[in-house]
């Protein structure tokens, strides 16, 4: 069982990224809020769990500039590359028509 995160009174498990990296708090959003407490600023994803998950490629996840959401992939095109060669599912949005056209 994972540890729980680090925020206030928070009972979620804490994120675990890729090749098993443990972080402090469960998502970006409890990360970011704890740093404001101290008055720092989260910076931009970095690391192994923040590299594209499309084979062969190193480049940074792409990260939503509006929501900060942090996704999967470098792109638009690698997140359908992934799905196309079924190494990836399609996103509930996706299967819904909202997003990926083409996919």
């Known amino acids: ?3 729980r995160c680090a925020f206030g009174d928070c009972t979620r498990p804490i994120f675990l990224g890729v090749g098993d990296i443990m972080h402090d708090f469960c998502g970006r959003t409890h990360a970011r809020e704890a740093l404001a407490q101290k008055g720092q600023l989260l910076g931009a994803p ?3 769990c923040h590299t594209c ?3 062969g490629c190193v480049r940074p996840v792409f990260v939503d500039p509006k929501t900060a959401r942090v996704h999967e992939f470098c792109s ?3 997140a359908q590359k992934a799905i196309q060669r079924h ?7 996706s299967a819904a028509g909202r997003l ?4």
């Open 100 to 103: 990926l056209p083409g996919v």
């Open 1 to 3: 069982q994972l540890p």
């Open 53 to 55: 998950q499309l084979p």
């Open 76 to 78: 638009r095109g690698h």
């Open 87 to 93: 190494l990836h599912p399609v996103p509930a949005a």
């Open 46 to 48: 970095r690391g192994s």
